[in-house]
């Protein structure tokens, strides 16, 4: 069984910091990109942020200059570092990694359970 799992949501303050980690686990021969995903109450989900195999990066206009993605390979983690928070970074944050799992073939779409982080004062 795959999973993917989150942590490091929360509650803080406008112009707090926050960082998520998503770790993946299971039956896994390799993994190519990874993302954070965002949904707000009322809105459609977003991507965030991506970040490839080899390192490249992906910000949405929203969120560039405040947020860093970044991964490490060896533990199938990825990160999130979130500066400078603002009430609208509020919503359930979402990873998802395409894996390619053992004894199958291809990389297919995987997905947290997603977690918290709310920015308010």
């Known amino acids: 069984q795959v999973q993917l799992v989150e942590s490091g949501g929360g509650l803080v303050q406008p112009g707090g910091s926050l960082r998520l980690s998503c770790a993946a686990s299971?039956?896994?021969?390799?993994?190519?990109?990874m993302g954070w995903h965002r949904q707000a109450p009322g809105k459609q989900r977003e991507l965030v942020a991506d970040?490839?195999?080899?390192?490249?990066?992906n910000y949405a206009d929203a969120v560039k200059g405040r947020f860093t993605i970044s991964r490490d390979n060896a533990k199938n983690t990825v990160y999130l570092q979130m500066n400078s928070l603002k009430p609208e970074d509020t919503a359930v944050y979402y990873c998802?990694?395409?894996?390619?799992?053992?004894?199958?073939?291809?990389?297919?779409?995987?997905w947290g359970q997603g977690t918290q982080v709310t920015v308010s004062s």
């Open positions: 299971g039956s896994i021969f390799s993994i190519n990109t």
């Open positions: 970040i490839t195999s080899d390192g490249s990066t």
């Open positions: 998802n990694a395409f894996l390619w799992l053992r004894r199958t073939t291809g990389y297919t779409d995987h």
